[in-house]
Nanobody
Framework: VQLVESGGGTVQAGGSLRLSCVASGFSFDDYIIGWFRQAPGKEREGVSCRSTNGTLRYGDSVKGRFTISTDNARNTVYLQMNSLKPEDTAVYYC???????????????????WGQGTQVTVSS
């Protein structure tokens, strides 16, 4: 399993960013795919998760603002982030797992594989 994120950067509050993650070594039909983030001094926080049956889940703090999508032909998962807030500042990781952890309470802590991360900074 390999995951390579891109698309992070610095944006003003209220702005938008789209993160991309190119996956290899597995199929979205067999693995769940999603995003989690980690800010300095804080625990991993689940952002979004897509089960193998297509069910989507979002963390409470990003519901209505972030959208996860996949392009199976490109083996790529995206995270569209709108209405960004300073508290969204973190390193964002793309994660995958063969076990469906999307329904777990703190799903952000259970991804078995993840990429190198991409920094997102939201200025006020």
């Amino acid at each position: 399993v390999q995951l390579v994120e891109s698309g992070g950067g610095t944006v003003q509050a209220g702005g938008s960013l789209r993160l991309s993650c190119v996956a290899s070594g597995f199929s979205f039909d067999d693995y769940i795919i999603g995003w989690f983030r980690q800010a300095p001094g804080k625990e991993r926080e689940g952002v979004s998760c897509r089960s193998t049956n297509g069910t989507l889940r979002y963390g409470d703090s990003v519901k209505g603002r972030f959208t996860i999508s996949t392009d199976n032909a490109r083996n790529t998962v995206y995270l569209q982030m709108n209405s960004l807030k300073p508290e969204d500042t973190a390193v964002y990781y793309c994660g995958a797992d063969i076990i469906d952890i999307c329904g777990l309470g703190y799903f952000g802590q259970y991804f078995g594989s993840w990429g190198q991360g991409t920094q997102v900074t939201v200025s006020s």
